[in-house]
Nanobody, 115 residues
Framework: QVRLVESGGGLVQPGGSLRHACAAG????????MGWYGQAPGNARELVAA???????NYTDSVKGRITISSDDAKKTVYLQMNSLKPEDTAVYYC?????????WGQGTQVTVSS
């Protein structure tokens, strides 16, 4: 079993920044990839960014250049740094971990970008 506990999120003005953290606990040896998904109101949950073994990263096109995913293996924590935020970034952001054949999810944190 893997547990994911998120922190961060909140209300920010357009152009502002936020940092999320996702602390992982439990049976982590099985985990191969971690990442963040965003779910805007009325929309499906979609991948924002992911990081795999060796630090390989993947980003959806709409966030490239604005959002950075990183990990601290010693702290078993993955971070999502969000810069130059736009109103369309408003969503609930979920931490995700994948270890074949299971998907694990954090509780979700709300990000609202509004003036």
């Amino acid at each position: 079993q893997v547990r994911l506990v998120e922190s961060g999120g909140g209300l920010v003005q357009p152009g502002g920044s936020l940092r999320h953290a996702c602390a992982a606990g439990g049976r982590l040896v099985s985990i191969s990839t971690m990442g963040w998904y965003g779910q805007a109101p009325g929309n499906a949950r979609e991948l924002v960014a992911a990081i795999a073994g060796g630090g390989r990263t993947n980003y959806t096109d709409s966030v490239k250049g604005r959002i950075t995913i990183s990990s601290d293996d010693a702290k078993k924590t993955v971070y999502l740094q969000m810069n130059s935020l736009k109103p369309e970034d408003t969503a609930v952001y979920y931490c995700h971990a994948y270890g074949y054949p299971y998907n694990y999810w954090g509780q979700g944190t709300q990000v609202t970008v509004s003036s």
